[in-house]
């Protein structure tokens, strides 16, 4: 048999992440010895266990160690990281070393080096130079780039579910269901949001398109207007129906005031789509007067940025859509390490794309009418979301109200 000793450290029992070790060796055909175990009696103790991995060849243990590392195991015998070239563009070497969104250590050359920008499913690379790492996407690799090939010599620490219950807004706290109660959920919320903009903090906002067949673009533009809102990423279909409310009153076809379907109205969005492109682009619309209010208005008139990812099913789309996603998702990266909390609205591929994206420290909100976004989002690793099953209709106008309650 072969072995390894692992070390465990921190809130290891309310976090699961003992039994978590224990499921992953033993569903992985490993077995264990516990050499050690400190259990902490208080609430600010920590948990410290020490234990021995046996598997029958060195592959599956090596399979058993890059497991249990995305858990925040490490393992007790320190060795420097392997460094192995890139053979080319885009191409990473056998074994290499997949990222989680938790914040990482590599050793290298005696110190443990921070892994920058971190997020999943990524590459870690060592520029020897300066001697920093960053996590870099595939795509983005380089030929002759030093990656870091298998787990030694990483250290992942993953969050701490906390032991004393403060709020619905905690780290691994949220159970997918509707039958919540929505006006302390949100207050909860609302009080993050204040206590994150108190802070000079920065927030994310991803919508879809039933912001605006719901008339909620129009609250959502208000908190863009007030400050609330520091980037906005979505599709076309959440810009092209925002235009379409302005331009017409609609939202696919349908008066967002009466609820009535308006004749021709199934051709206003295109309509619109060809009232941004006679003007060039969402800005110039604002600037010639074409477009006068609504979400894109505003995120104009407020020097707020925004990231259109375009997809396979658009229409048009509007000249400001990035119908590259390897673009898009570059574009989005230059945001998401740099916020301190995100709104994920009625979008369920933009909610699972932002969500892989972040790192496990942002504050985040999923509200989703569809108890499966929130669901996916927890299976993808981002433990960190806080789910809310309901509509968006009923979700933004409590929660510009809770905004504006005193504290």
Known sequence: MFKREIELSGH??????????????????????????????????????????????????NEILDELSAI?????????????????????????YSTTHYITHVLYKGNWLIVRDIEMDCAIV?????????????????????????????????PQKPREKTNSFEFMDSDVSSEKPLLTIVRDVANEVKRIKSQGGKIAFVGGPAIDHTGTNKIVAKLIKEGFIDVLFAG??????????????????????????????????????????????????????????????????NDVPFVLAGSIRDDGPLPDVITDAAVAQNEMRKYVQNVDMVFMVATMLHSIAVGNMLPSRVSSVCVDINPSTVTKLADRGSAQVLGIVTDVGAFLPVLYDALHEED
């Open 72 to 96: 925040g195991v490490s393992i007790s015998e320190i060795k420097e990281a392997n460094l192995v070239p890139s053979p080319a563009d885009q191409v990473l070497p056998e074994g290499f």
């Open 236 to 301: 076309n279909a959440l810009a092209t129906h925002d235009v379409e409310i302005n331009l017409f009153g609609t939202s696919l076809g349908i008066n967002i005031e009466t609820g009535e379907i308006v004749t021709n109205g199934h051709s206003h969005h295109m309509r619109a789509i060809n009232a941004i492109n006679r003007s060039g682009s969402i800005k110039e619309a604002v600037e010639d007067g074409t477009l006068t209010s609504g979400i894109m208005y505003e995120l104009v008139k």
């Open 12 to 61: 290891i029992i309310d976090s699961y992440i003992l039994p978590k070790t224990f499921d992953i060796i033993m569903n992985r055909g490993g077995d264990f010895d516990v050499v050690d175990i400190q259990v902490g009696k208080n609430k600010t103790d920590i948990s410290r266990a020490k234990m021995i991995v046996y598997a029958e060849s060195i592959e599956k243990l």
């Open 126 to 158: 060592i520029d020897e130079e300066r001697e920093i790492a960053r996590c870099v996407p595939i795509s983005s690799i380089k030929k002759g780039d030093k990656i870091v090939v298998g787990i030694e010599g990483v250290k992942v620490s993953s």
